[in-house]
């Protein structure tokens, strides 16, 4: 295993995976409100993610390890639709976004974003890749316009949208916290699917060193707004 790849799987995402359990926790302490739910469903499916992908590292059957990778980056995507309903129940109130249509989004995006296990050689990972994951062009664009169109844009749009309806200086700081830490998360999920398409060591071992910071900034997504919650 080279130096990109241990820092990348076992440094990198071994932490976000002990955080995000640690930090699924603290919100589910914190209260049992939809928002206090779904900001550590969040949490949790990240977790769920980072564990499968740890686990994977050093099985070395073609058809497990295609398996556990796809749905390591399906729950990774997935986790993100969990941070819109969650700006979407702190900006509308509960008559106007019901369960109902909370769980139709959660549907959608699941449904959609399942489209990319029939991209025909959308995932190669083999011996011949050296075990590291080699994505289509296709599977690539699929994956941008699925999670930016349903999820990523409609997310940072209304979080925009909420940050200017604060008045309270105080509070308005805590959501930019909020925003930097989303901000690093989407980062994070456009560096590693480029990353991975791209396929070339020079670029995953630049990527893992530019991409340690945002262990730091996720933290703020908890700091924004984890803490207000009860």
């Known amino acids: 295993m080279d130096i990109a790849r241990f820092l990348q799987i076992y440094i990198i ?4 995976a002990i955080f995000f359990l640690g930090m699924a926790f603290i919100v589910l ?13 969040f949490y949790l499916s990240s977790f ?28 990774l995507c ?8 969650f700006v979407l129940t702190v900006l509308k109130p509960s008559d106007s976004f019901s369960i109902k ?16 296990l029939f991209i025909p050689s959308g995932i190669i990972i083999n011996e011949h890749t050296n075990w590291k ?11 941008i ?9 409609p997310t940072s749009y209304y979080s925009v949208k909420i940050y200017g309806k604060i008045g309270n200086d105080h509070l308005k700081k805590k959501w930019k916290y909020f925003l930097i830490g989303i901000s690093a998360y989407f980062f994070l999920y456009y560096g590693t699917s480029l990353s991975n398409t791209l396929n070339l060591d020079k ?15 996720l933290y703020l997504i908890y700091y924004g707004v984890g803490r207000q919650l009860e």
Request: net charge positive; proline share 2%; aromatic share 22%.
């Open 203 to 217: 670029f995953r071992l630049l990527w893992s060193i530019i991409s340690l910071p945002t262990l730091i900034a």
């Open 78 to 85: 997935f986790s993100m639709v969990f941070l819109l309903i």
């Open 101 to 116: 249509f909370q769980f139709f989004i959660l549907f959608l995006f699941g449904i959609v974003l399942l489209g990319l």
């Open 145 to 153: 316009i699925t999670c930016s169109g349903i999820v990523i844009l």
């Open 133 to 143: 994951p080699d994505w289509s062009w296709v599977f690539l664009i699929y994956s």
């Open 29 to 41: 302490m914190r209260g049992k409100k939809r928002t206090n739910l779904y900001l550590s469903s």
């Open 48 to 75: 769920v993610g980072g564990f499968i992908n740890i686990i994977y590292a050093n099985i070395f059957n073609q058809t497990i390890v295609y398996i556990l990778h796809f749905i390591t980056y399906y729950i």
């Open 13 to 16: 995402q071994g932490f976000f």
